[in-house]
Nanobody, 124 residues
Framework: QVQLEESGGGLVQAGGSLRLSCAAS????????MGWFRQAPGKEREFVAT????????YYADSVKGRFTISRDSAKNTVYLEMNSLVPEDTAVYYC?????????????????WGQGTQVTVSS
């Protein structure tokens, strides 16, 4: 089992920045990929970004490309989401997810473990 705990959410004005963290614990050696998803009120959960734990290769949703950066610190078993130039449309609960085995990371069903989520609110 892998446990994930997000932190770093909060309230920020439009144009501001936040950095989310997701600390993994448990059987972390089995992690192949980690990702971030978000869910706004009344909307479905959507993909934000993913990172290959070994290679560091990343992929982003078009809506955040150029503004968000996903990274990982293998020594700390932590993945980060640096969010810049935030807009009110980025307001959502942000979830961290981990995948055990080889494969892609664009869909919720690609992941085996999930965190509880952290709220990000961007005011206009």
């Amino acid at each position: 089992q892998v446990q994930l705990e997000e932190s770093g959410g909060g309230l920020v004005q439009a144009g501001g920045s936040l950095r989310l963290s997701c600390a993994a614990s448990g059987r972390t050696l089995r992690i192949y990929r980690m990702g971030w998803f978000r869910q706004a009120p009344g909307k479905e959960r959507e993909f934000v970004a993913t990172i290959n734990w070994g290679s560091g290769n990343t992929y982003y949703a078009d809506s955040v490309k150029g503004r968000f950066t996903i990274s990982r610190d293998s020594a700390k078993n932590t993945v980060y989401l640096e969010m810049n130039s935030l807009v009110p449309e980025d307001t959502a609960v942000y979830y961290c997810a981990a995948r055990r085995d080889y494969g892609s990371g664009l869909r919720q069903t690609n992941y085996d473990y999930w965190g509880q989520g952290t709220q990000v609110t961007v005011s206009s």
